[in-house]
């Protein structure tokens, strides 16, 4: 198991030194100069020049890469251009914890009831009930979370006044992001609890259990949903994974100060430097998350150990 | 079919009993009215090709069928006297792996992946003699050890990847005896195993019985298993047993000439065998077009014209009847001087081996 | 039919598959599936190659076929040696040696008819002439037992024992030399299954073909081998004519093979031993001769020295100590030890 963790930890740096490359060259990609917007409109090109052989921009590109890279190891994102802090603290001092949390509550949230109808309509399959909550599944996974977004305010803000519309912190703030982030993400993880424990229940361990004298309880709880959480399991993953672009909508939507947000007004700004740090930031937890995963993926599913 | 009722000594009693699959081109009738019994202690083999309904019979008795498209038409299970499909669920649940237990031909996907073998040995216990988990624990490694795993106290702890298939296979044993139950159903227990550990899990189960005083129901395919573990065998044909008797009579003398075929195109590794296998021509016919006669007769080198309109009857002595047209017309043309068996020595006799060819 | 001409000859065939693992993922170890073994094969005759899962038996007969590329020894067939063949000269050579498979259903394509698929085999082989393609194909599938009617169908449209005809009919259709059957019969119901060996002799008769017939089944390897290799741990441990083989097996573990097996003979009640334990891991078997674990007759001897394999009787040889003055008489021996063999009881 130890030798997994850190096999699977070394896989990650030539991910993670790709994933850093790609966004760095899509960064050189846009169009917008630096120097120029640093330097400001009005600036001469002489000062524009000295602005580009400060910032190192007539260095090759490879170069940049690994002057930046370098940096990023070390802790140094860079200097915003907007606001003349550095990077790091524009997206660690409030922001990350913020998409984090959004992330981690919007996760909860959609395992909780995909967990829940997932089981539900197991335990009824076939039935009427069981029809209608995977048509509820379908039509949450249909509905596109922006407009679902804007439904909810309408509702719950505009119309009962029940919950404030914008900012992050309190659990009243928290409800409308994390129902809209989550809600799609319930209802893949309820199709796929399903499916996972249907394929679950053609098991012989299964007929196993009942030939035991397990109660249905006992087969479903103990024997069909620790084998069916497996799948499941790796969906949860890009599931978060997925959240965290979703963050970049619902951010702006409930204007909450997190890395989508971040992400969003840098690149609307030309603040390269933020945008970078902030897609880096998300792209390394993408990958992290993966990692973990993987390695519960292999913790559960003890069968795997035998590869 | 009348004079089965079944008396006595009989731990478990299923009689006409009928279990159809809904398929969408129609009912498939895979168990089509039968009839056994057990004794206490005794063990009867169930011998079947693929499709005969065997372990369709088996799981119904524990009514393990659920989730399919099965269901039990008609029939009686007595255990103990009591009809086993007047019970409810929750009645059928304190039977099952308490009073009757079975372990499966599979032993690689027949445990749970996830869970230690120890605690799947110890679910049993605590569902059927509410003990503790820490007592249940402790008796799941007084099973292993008594189902011959070495070092049981380590091995309780490990997970079933960690065992090989004989190993995996004692663990399901231990598991069905865990709460000795009274009838033990062993479905093909050794079909995925190799011979030498065949071997020890036939000795294995050989043993437990005459120390548990268990009765068995031994589905297999194989008819070595069965001669080496059997007081009685049905031999099973497209859901119908054709034949009932006792091991030493199917062995010595079959009667059925399904039996007969089956015995004759095994090849044998105790003698060397004809040139040419004797074989049964053509196959078994699908469940969906069943002859309206004997289900046997297309394949019959003796079959006559009312084999093809009529279903026999199983018929005969208590122990030892058979599904054939045949037998009884020789058994009641000549029914006094036990000529039944002499009339079958010449149909052995006639039974020449078909070549496909 | 035994002593033709040789046609296969394999010498110190060795098959080791890689285990990785550790941080980078090295070769830190081998599974020795088939560890330095040879045999002849005679032109017309059936060897089996027999053991329990894992001895190497499949591998042995992948390896013929060079499916897997050995890590050591010759394979010459025919005068050339398959192990030293480049990959395409190697697929020409697979033209004469053919090979049926336990599961027939797995290894056709669903997605074609049966005469697509003989159609490929023979287009690849190159074998006659492509206007006689039909009519060729037509008379394998008559050779078969299946009609030209079937000629037309789908995999899933037959049954189990005709599927294997099918594939026998397509190893067949390129005119092998050598067919490797490799547990052909084993997913068939007995019935179905004596109609198959029968066509295997009839065509062996027919077209003069060598079977090397790769089985778990004792009773079928007597009914259709001439000569049979006991395989254990990837190592042989017994080659003998089939008379020899069943009437005094020569190793301790083909006594012990042969008895385990469940006997239909009620009146003879033979005694018979069990072995305890399970078959040791390839990765790690044991020194010296690797049975010496389970073997009930092992001497000290037996734990460090892997015994050769020298002739016993003729046509009859054997890797092990206790044999090396001649046949050994297990039953006595056993009383002679006292060893309890376990008794054939009801």
């Known amino acids: 198991m130890g030798t997994f963790i850190v096999r699977r930890l070394l896989q990650a740096i030539p991910v993670v030194l790709g994933v850093s490359f790609a966004v760095f060259m899509m960064m050189h990609l846009l169009p917008g100069d630096p120097a120029i917007i640093m330097a400001g409109e009005a600036a001469q090109p002489a000062q524009i020049e000295q602005m580009r052989v400060n910032l190192g921009l007539n260095d090759p590109i490879l170069t940049q890469y690994w002057r930046y890279i370098t940096n990023a190891i070390r802790g140094d994102l860079g200097t915003s251009i907007r606001t003349d802090m550095p990077v790091r603290n524009e997206i660690f001092d409030v922001r990350f914890a913020t998409t984090v949390q959004l992330a981690l509550v919007a996760t909860a949230f959609s395992m909780f009831f995909g967990l829940i109808i997932g089981i539900v309509s197991v335990v009824w399959r076939r039935s009427f009930l069981d029809i209608l909550l995977m048509l509820i599944a379908l039509l949450g996974l249909s509905v596109p979370n922006f407009w679902l977004g804007v439904i909810l305010i309408n509702f719950f803000s505009l119309q009962m006044g029940w919950l404030p519309i914008t900012g992050w912190g309190t659990p009243a703030q928290m409800v409308m992001p994390a129902l809209m982030l989550g809600i799609g993400g319930s209802a893949v993880i309820a199709r796929m609890t399903r499916a996972s424990m249907l394929e679950v229940f053609n098991q012989d361990y299964i007929r196993t259990a009942y030939a035991k004298g397990a109660s249905e309880r006992i087969v479903i709880f103990r024997h069909a949903l620790r084998n069916a959480m497996i799948p499941v399991i790796t969906v949860v993953g890009l599931q978060f994974g997925f959240l965290l672009s979703g963050a970049v909508i619902s951010e702006t939507i409930f204007a909450i100060n997190g890395l989508g947000r971040l992400m969003i007004q840098s690149l609307m700004n030309r603040d390269f430097p933020t945008a970078q740090g902030a897609i880096l930031v998300c792209s390394l937890l993408f990958v992290l998350v993966n990692m973990c995963v993987d390695i519960t993926y292999r913790f559960v599913n003890k069968r795997i150990d035998l590869n | 079919m009348a004079d089965l009722k079944m008396k006595g000594n009989h731990v478990l009693e299923v009689e006409d009993l009928h279990t159809s699959f809904a398929t969408d081109r129609g009912r498939v009738d895979a168990v089509n009215g039968i009839t056994f019994a057990i004794d206490k202690g005794g063990t009867l083999g169930i011998v079947g090709e693929s499709g005969s309904g065997k372990s369709v019979a088996s799981l119904s008795i524990l009514q393990l069928l659920e989730g399919t498209t099965a269901h039990i038409r008609k029939g009686q299970i007595r255990f103990m006297g009591q009809d086993l499909l007047t019970l409810s669920r929750a009645q059928m649940r304190k039977i099952r792996g308490n009073r009757i237990a079975m372990i499966f031909q599979e032993p690689m996907t027949s445990l749970n992946p996830t869970m230690t073998i120890g605690s799947q040995i110890a679910e049993p216990i605590i569902f059927h003699q509410g003990k503790n988990r820490r007592q249940a624990w402790n008796a799941a490694v007084e099973m292993l050890e008594l189902v011959g795993m070495p070092e049981p106290r380590k091995r309780a702890r490990q997970y079933p990847f960690e065992l090989s298939g004989g190993m995996r296979q004692r663990v399901m044993i231990a598991i069905a005896l865990a709460c000795g139950p009274d009838v033990l159903i062993c479905d093909e227990p050794t079909t995925a195993l190799d011979v030498t550990i065949q071997a020890q899990i036939l000795t294995l189960v050989k043993r437990l019985q005459r120390e548990m005083g268990t009765s068995i129901i031994m589905i297999t395919h194989d008819l070595g298993v069965i001669a080496e573990t059997c007081d009685f065998v049905a031999v099973m044909y497209c859901g119908k047993i054709v034949e009932y008797t006792r091991a030493f009579n199917l062995f010595t003398d079959p009667k059925h000439p399904y039996s007969k075929g089956l015995l004759e195109s095994i090849p044998s590794h105790e003698e060397d065998s004809d040139e040419n296998l004797k074989t049964i021509e053509g196959t078994v016919p699908s469940p969906y077009e069943l002859p309206p006669g004997c289900a046997f007769a297309p394949r019959c080198p003796y079959a006559k014209e009312i084999c093809h309109e009529t279903m026999p009857e199983l018929d005969g002595e208590p122990e030892q009847k058979v599904r054939c047209h045949i037998y009884q017309t020789t058994s009641t043309e000549s029914p006094t001087e036990g000529g039944t068996v002499a009339s079958y020595i010449q149909i052995s006799d006639m039974w020449k081996g078909e070549e496909l060819w | ?346």
């Open chain 3, 1 to 346: 039919m035994v002593g033709g001409k040789t046609l296969l000859e394999v010498k110190n065939l060795k098959q080791y598959f890689p285990i990785r693992g550790g941080i980078l993922g090295r070769t830190i170890n081998h599974v020795k599936a088939v560890d330095d073994i040879s045999f002849e094969v005679h032109q017309g005759e059936t060897v089996s190659i027999v053991g329990e899962s894992g001895c190497g038996k499949s591998t042995a007969g992948r390896s013929i076929l060079r499916l897997e590329k050995p890590n050591n020894g010759n394979i010459i067939f025919d005068g050339v040696d398959l192990a030293k063949l480049q990959e395409r000269a190697m697929r020409k050579k697979r033209g004469d040696i053919q090979i049926i498979f336990q599961d027939p259903y797995a290894s056709l394509n669903p997605r074609r008819t049966v005469y697509q698929t003989i159609k490929e085999a023979m287009d690849i082989q190159n074998v006659g002439s492509k206007a006689d393609r039909r009519r060729d194909i037509i008379k394998i599938l008559e050779t078969v037992g299946l009609g030209e009617h079937q000629m037309n169908h789908y995999p899933h449209q037959f049954s189990g024992g005709q599927r294997q005809r099918i594939g026998i009919a397509r190893a067949l259709s390129v005119r092998p030399k050598l067919i490797i059957c490799d547990e052909a019969v084993s997913a068939l119901d007995v019935s179905i299954q004596a109609q198959v060996l029968n066509l295997l002799k009839k065509l062996q008769k027919e077209y003069q073909l060598t079977y090397v017939f790769i089985s778990h089944d004792l009773g079928v390897v007597r009914h259709i081998s001439d000569r049979i290799i006991v395989m254990y741990l990837g190592k042989i441990m017994e080659i003998a004519d089939k008379k020899a083989l069943f009437n005094h097996p020569g190793h301790p573990y083909t006594y012990a093979l042969l008895s385990s097996i469940p006997s239909t003979n009620m009146l003879e009640k033979k005694e018979r031993i069990i072995l305890h334990g399970d078959v040791p891991s390839p990765i790690n078997p044991p020194k010296g001769c690797p049975f010496h674990t389970r073997c009930p007759f092992a001497i000290e001897r037996c734990m460090y020295d892997l015994p050769p394999l020298h002739e016993v009787s003729e046509g009859q040889q054997v890797a092990c100590h206790l044999a090396e003055e001649g046949i050994v008489d297990f039953v006595s021996l056993s009383r002679e030890q006292e060893f309890s063999l376990t008794e054939n009881q009801e």
